[in-house]
């Protein structure tokens, strides 16, 4: 049976439960405990699949092909595993599930009600892990007094309630905001927030505070006494110049031995350390790479998390830091921008907006030797580049942007063409393709068979694989010995399409090879 660690959010959101509760799980793993993370979204949508990036950052997808929040690739890369659809949920797939049940007659003609129908589905989503794992984190998004949390707050009480007080453990995560003028650490908003929580039948164990600046014992003492938490358990949450130095932060406050005593619970294995001192080793490299990333949500990081992680991940461990700045698709100046670059990475995505310039961006890095990286649209993008240009195959294009296109070499695929609705239409998840070997690609992964996670609805199309392939192009692997996976350029020191997303699958200290492949041609040409 499984112990449960509750994780809630007060005073504002983007507070970091999810990095918290990530770094307290991998706290937890040093000890030997098999853990697992579940998050809780209170928004009405099913999923995040069909929502605007600017919205809600980037989409990450599971291995079984359901689209999540990006929290659950902060959980797949601090505890290296792997999540799925259990790992996620939402208010808009729980009320879902409850108003087809109801449909179906299952409530035996009940008055169907947020209690205890809509809290009852929340229940048995939280302990949906709990024959995994010796401990399940459930995160539950917004921030504490949002109505849309509510129905999520009163599930994690009676839950709470219906369970031993050994096997449950909360923490809320607030903001000690520091007054400029007053030069002062205000504890008023925590406090207001440990209140609201209270008032709602939740008495949190432990308060992670987040800051700009350090916690003295005074304040901590204010806040133990004021929200009824013992000194101990009042955690500072400095601001960090990398989210994996939080794990040790909290270790050295105790909060992993704070927890395991709490519950009940001896550790598995002695605690190593080897994983902080591992982290740390990437600060000391002077080596540094330029990448340039070609999107269409430049101004806004969260659309590209993964990818961010997976050019650090691979610069770390080749000893060298990846500096990544992000050019919008649109911006007029993009070429000249680019020349101050080792290396560009075109992204994926979704609608027409910045094409033209990510197309432009392509042909600059082929011309001009520069290590390049296409993923999902970034690859369907190099294809229309050389077919435009190299196999002069003039107007071609995606059917996504021009559907009356003479040559479509990217088309969607005929059972997508009658689509209702948006949202799970596309192939998700993890599929497998075959590797031709004496190809870059066999290189970088050296075996012939591959499995990635995928998340698009448009392909490459096979009946132009032999005119690409006479202008320059190779597909290196496919899906089935029919759908292009990978594509190669011949005599380019690195130029690499990909229909999947293999930043989903980067882990620290477990770079990609792909990454680990792209960073290594741009560290190369940042030598020359």
Known sequence: MAKYIFITGGVVSSLGKGISGASIGKLLQLHGFKVSMIKFDPYINVDPGTMNPYQHGEVFVTIDGAESDLDLGTYERFLDIYTSKANTNTAGDIYQTVINMERRGDYDGATVQVIPHITDEIKKRFAALKDDCDISIIEIGGTVGDIESLPFMEAARQFQLENKKEDIFSIHVTLVPYIAGARELKTKPTQHSVNKLREIGISPDMIICRTEHRLDES?????????????????????????????????????????????????????????????????????????????????????????????????????????????????????????????????????????????????????????????????????????????????????????????????????QKNIRYRGSTMRLGNYKSEVKKNTLAYNLYKTVEIEERHRHRYEMNPEFIDILEKAGLFVSAYHKGMLPEIIEMKNHPFFVGVQFHPEFGSRPMKAHPLFKGFIDAALKNAEK
């Open 219 to 415: 304040l901590k003492r204010k806040i133990s006494l004021f929200c009824n938490v013992k000194e101990d358990y009042v955690i500072e949450a400095l601001d960090s110049p990398s989210i994996y130095y939080i794990p040790e932060a909290l270790y050295r406050q105790d909060v992993d031995s704070l927890i395991i005593e709490r519950l009940n619970i001896k550790p598995k294995k002695k605690f190593d350390e080897t994983w902080f001192a591992k982290i740390k080793a990437a600060a000391r490299f002077n080596k540094k790479v330029k990448i340039a990333v070609v999107g269409k949500y430049a101004d806004l990081k969260d659309a590209y998390k993964s990818i961010d992680e997976s050019l650090n991940i691979a610069a770390a461990e080749l000893s060298a830091k990846a500096e990544v700045h992000y050019l919008g698709a649109e911006d007029k100046n993009l070429i000249e921008k680019l020349k101050s670059y080792n290396a560009v990475l075109v992204p994926g995505g979704f609608g027409s907006r910045g094409i033209e310039g990510k197309i432009e961006s392509i042909t600059y890095a082929r011309e001009n030797k520069i290590p390049f990286l296409g993923i999902c649209l970034g690859m369907q993008c190099s294809v229309i580049e050389v077919a435009r240009n190299l196999a002069e195959l003039k107007g071609a294009n995606s059917t996504e942007f021009n559907e009356n296109t003479k040559y479509p070499v990217i088309k969607i695929l005929d059972e």
